[in-house]
Structure formats: C-alpha cells, structure tokens
C-alpha cells in the first residue's frame, strides 16, 4: 500500500502541481484538504473538489474553519485595530495558522505520514506552515515541492501542461489567496518595487459610482448591525460589509513588509470589511477609551500583529494578549457613520451612550465648565517645574538657535 500524504491544498497553481508531482515522483496516495477560512462559496469549495479528483487525489475533504478563525483570531484583530506597517490587515497571515492546525487535525484522522503544502522557499507561509506542523505534529513528515525544487510559477505550468492539465492559465498567472478577512494577490508585478497590479487581477471589480452611508454598529467591541440590521452572527456581518465595500472596490492596497526570513516582500490585496471594520472601530475607541487605555492598548496590539505575522500565535504570551484587548472593550459600544466611495471611504463620526467628548465639563477650543483660569495657570506652573529645575541647573542648554536647525 502506498503511504498516506495530506495536501494543505486550495486548487491554485502550486497545490494542483504538488498533486501531479507527489503522485508521480514520490509515490504517495494523496489525500487534499482545503481549509476554508471564509473566502469561498459552496459553488467555489465545489469546483475546488473536482478540480481536485481530476488531478487524481485518493480523497477530497472541505476543512471548515470560519468559526474557530474567528473566535480565536479576528475579533482580536478588531479590538488591537491590527494593520501590519499600518497598511496591511493579516489576511494571510493569520489565516494560515488555523489552516494549519485543522490541516493536522485531518492528517492524524487518517494516519497520515506526509503533510504538503505549495509554499514556496522565499515566502512566510513555508514557516507558518512548517513551525506548526513541527510544534503540533513532530512525528508527521513535512513536504513543500515548490520550495524544494526552486520553481517558477512558468516551470509549474509546463510541468501541468506536458501532463495533460487543462486550466485557464492566464488566470493563473496571479497567485490569490481567498479568506473571509481578505484577499491576497501575488503576481509578476509585486515581484518588482515600481509597479503595481492591473485592474483584471484584482477578484473584485468596480460596480458602483456616487456614494452612500454605512452605519456599522459595535457591541463591546464586536460587530452587531450592518445599516441598522442586527447580526447574531459577526460572521456574516463581516460578509454583508465586504460586498458592500467590495462594489465600490474599496480596501485595495500593495503592501511592503519583512519577511520572517529577512528580505523585503510586496503583495497586492483588497480587503474591504477588514479596513471598513478596523478603522470604524478605531475611531469609536477614541471617543469611548481613556488616554492611557488607547496608549497601551496600541502598544500590545502591534506585538500581536506582529506575533501573528511572524508565525508565533502558539506563543503564550499570545493568549495573556488576548485576555488585555478583550477587557479594553468593555465600554467599546455604539454606531459608527460611514460613507463609501470608489475606491476609497470615509469615517464621518460615531454616536454612543460611552462617548468621552462630553460637553459636561467643557467643549473643546470653545468653554471650560469644570475648572477656573487660575487653576489652569497652577496646573501649568506645576507642569512646568521639572523643566525649570533642568534649565536652572543646566543654563542655556533648553534654548535653541538657529544653529540646531
């Protein structure tokens, strides 16, 4: 009997080579998995599967992992308001963990020796991928094709071709990566640093002009109305506001990062609920949240993205993170105002019963209501003291002239 290999597969370029190549060149019964993380239709998971049997795997399974991605993941996300260099929401990567961890799962449901993925050697997902494999399933063998041969995406299409594969193959000139907190697209384009993707590449186009109000409402920091409709489920929430944003093809960008090898590394992607989401929220948390809240909370929130990134959401400190940006959001309730665009939106402002910007004590730039001038010129005056101190001690070395500029 042929021994047992479990493909991470999603139907793309790389996995549909690693069918061929470890059915052929390592005789290995090959048993593929797609672990949904929200991206797919039934339809979409469908043709996945067929594709899938064509290519002659031993055994399809549809892993889904929407629910667990986003207990454990994307609601952190939004409460740390996490984008990567500012620009880039995790689509990837903090999907692949849990692809990963149900990708085990399956492998020791049917006794698997091998697990395969298609990453290849210059990414992050090959250390996503591996160091949870190794951390969760050291016994099971790893095997990345891609990595291994040093293939271009070109090489992959012959090698398929001269096997009989027929695919569109122009589509497939694009590496998309497809889940419910975004869409990445790799391409010839991002290999380079002074061009960008064409329009055709992105998975969703423009469809609306003009522009129109969303009203996104948040109950301690998760989603609960899209436009005033409730949603027991944030799942779907998440779904209802990406095609709504999706239509004016909103959230695309090019991000620019580091490589948790160490090179510098681009990727297009469009992702119209995460952005739409994380910048509402962010804006409800500046209204509902204390200075010194909004200052550490930034700080944990960027060590979680960047755990996260960097392959270590098994790290425990992880989930003491996650026990912080849960407390945060206690009082993060309310409604936020949106107004979509062509590719762009725009966060009018947010109502709430939690709003800090009360006028009880004064209205800003306008009428103090809680405290008198005098005490303002004794604030200021004890304010000031250490500087004074400094600058009596150390004469001359607060000023500055014309030298230092």
């Given at each position: 009997?042929?021994?047992?290999?479990?493909?991470?597969?999603?139907?793309?370029?790389?996995?549909?080579?690693?069918?061929?190549?470890?059915?052929?060149?390592?005789?290995?019964?090959?048993?593929?998995?797609?672990?949904?993380?929200?991206?797919?239709?039934?339809?979409?998971?469908?043709?996945?599967?067929?594709?899938?049997?064509?290519?002659?795997?031993?055994?399809?399974?549809?892993?889904?992992?929407?629910?667990?991605?986003?207990?454990?993941?994307?609601?952190?996300?939004?409460?740390?308001?996490?984008?990567?260099?500012?620009?880039?929401?995790?689509?990837?990567s903090s999907e692949r963990i849990f692809q990963a961890?149900?990708?085990?799962?399956?492998?020791?449901?049917?006794?698997?020796?091998?697990?395969?993925?298609?990453?290849?050697?210059?990414?992050?997902?090959?250390?996503?991928?591996?160091?949870?494999?190794?951390?969760?399933?050291?016994?099971?063998?790893v095997i990345a094709p891609i990595r291994d041969l040093?293939?271009?995406?070109?090489?992959?299409?012959?090698?398929?071709?001269?096997?009989?594969?027929?695919?569109?193959?122009?589509?497939?000139?694009?590496?998309?990566?497809?889940?419910?907190?975004?869409?990445?697209?790799?391409?010839?384009?991002?290999?380079?640093?002074?061009?960008?993707?064409?329009?055709?590449?992105?998975?969703?186009?423009?469809?609306?002009?003009?522009?129109?109000?969303?009203?996104?409402?948040?109950?301690?920091?998760?989603?609960?109305?899209?436009?005033?409709?409730?949603?027991?489920?944030?799942?779907?929430?998440?779904?209802?506001?990406?095609?709504?944003?999706?239509?004016?093809?909103?959230?695309?960008?090019?991000?620019?990062?580091?490589?948790?090898?160490?090179?510098?590394?681009?990727?297009?992607?469009?992702?119209?609920?995460?952005?739409?989401?994380?910048?509402?929220?962010?804006?409800?948390?500046?209204?509902?949240?204390?200075?010194?809240?909004?200052?550490?909370?930034?700080?944990?929130?960027?060590?979680?993205?960047?755990?996260?990134?960097?392959?270590?959401?098994?790290?425990?400190?992880?989930?003491?993170?996650?026990?912080?940006?849960?407390?945060?959001?206690?009082?993060?309730?309310?409604?936020?105002?949106?107004?979509?665009?062509?590719?762009?939106?725009?966060?009018?402002?947010?109502?709430?019963?939690?709003?800090?910007?009360?006028?009880?004590?004064?209205?800003?730039?306008?009428?103090?209501?809680?405290?008198?001038?005098?005490?303002?010129?004794?604030?200021?005056?004890?304010?000031?003291?250490?500087?004074?101190?400094?600058?009596?001690?150390?004469?001359?070395?607060?000023?500055?002239?014309?030298?230092?500029?």
């Amino acid at each position: 009997m042929k021994e047992k290999v479990v493909l991470a597969y999603s139907g793309g370029l790389d996995t549909s080579f690693c069918v061929k190549y470890l059915a052929e060149e390592k005789n290995l019964e090959i048993y593929s998995a797609i672990a949904n993380t929200g991206g797919f239709s039934e339809s979409e998971l469908n043709d996945i599967e067929t594709k899938a049997y064509e290519l002659g795997v031993a055994k399809h399974a549809t892993l889904d992992v929407t629910k667990r991605y986003y207990r454990r993941c994307i609601r952190y996300m939004i409460y740390g308001n996490v984008l990567k260099n500012n620009t880039y929401p995790l689509s990837v990567s903090s999907e692949r963990i849990f692809q990963a961890l149900a990708i085990v799962d399956y492998a020791r449901s049917i006794g698997a020796k091998y697990i395969a993925h298609g990453s290849t050697g210059a990414g992050n997902d090959q250390i996503r991928f591996d160091l949870t494999f190794q951390v969760l399933a050291p016994d099971i063998k790893v095997i990345a094709p891609i990595r291994d041969l040093k293939l271009s995406r070109e090489e992959e299409i012959n090698y398929l071709k001269e096997r009989g594969v027929v695919r569109d193959w122009t589509k497939m000139e694009y590496s998309i990566n497809k889940g419910l907190w975004g869409t990445s697209v790799g391409g010839k384009e991002t290999l380079t640093s002074n061009q960008t993707l064409p329009e055709e590449a992105y998975p969703s186009q423009l469809e609306k002009e003009g522009e129109e109000t969303m009203e996104l409402g948040f109950v301690k920091g998760e989603l609960a109305t899209v436009n005033n409709e409730v949603y027991d489920d944030p799942i779907e929430a998440i779904k209802k506001i990406e095609s709504l944003g999706a239509a004016y093809a909103i959230g695309r960008d090019m991000h620019v990062g580091d490589t948790i090898i160490g090179i510098k590394g681009r990727v297009g992607f469009e992702a119209a609920a995460p952005l739409l989401i994380i910048n509402a929220h962010r804006v409800l948390e500046k209204h509902v949240l204390t200075k010194w809240q909004m200052h550490w909370k930034e700080q944990l929130a960027n060590w979680y993205g960047m755990f996260l990134h960097e392959s270590q959401y098994l790290e425990p400190v992880m989930r003491d993170i996650e026990k912080f940006l849960e407390s945060s959001q206690n009082n993060v309730t309310g409604k936020v105002i949106i107004k979509l665009k062509p590719y762009r939106f725009e966060v009018v402002g947010i109502e709430s019963d939690h709003d800090l910007m009360s006028n009880v004590f004064g209205e800003y730039g306008e009428m103090n209501k809680a405290w008198t001038a005098q005490d303002v010129e004794g604030f200021t005056t004890i304010m000031a003291t250490p500087m004074k101190i400094f600058n009596a001690v150390n004469k001359g070395q607060l000023e500055l002239n014309d030298s230092d500029d």
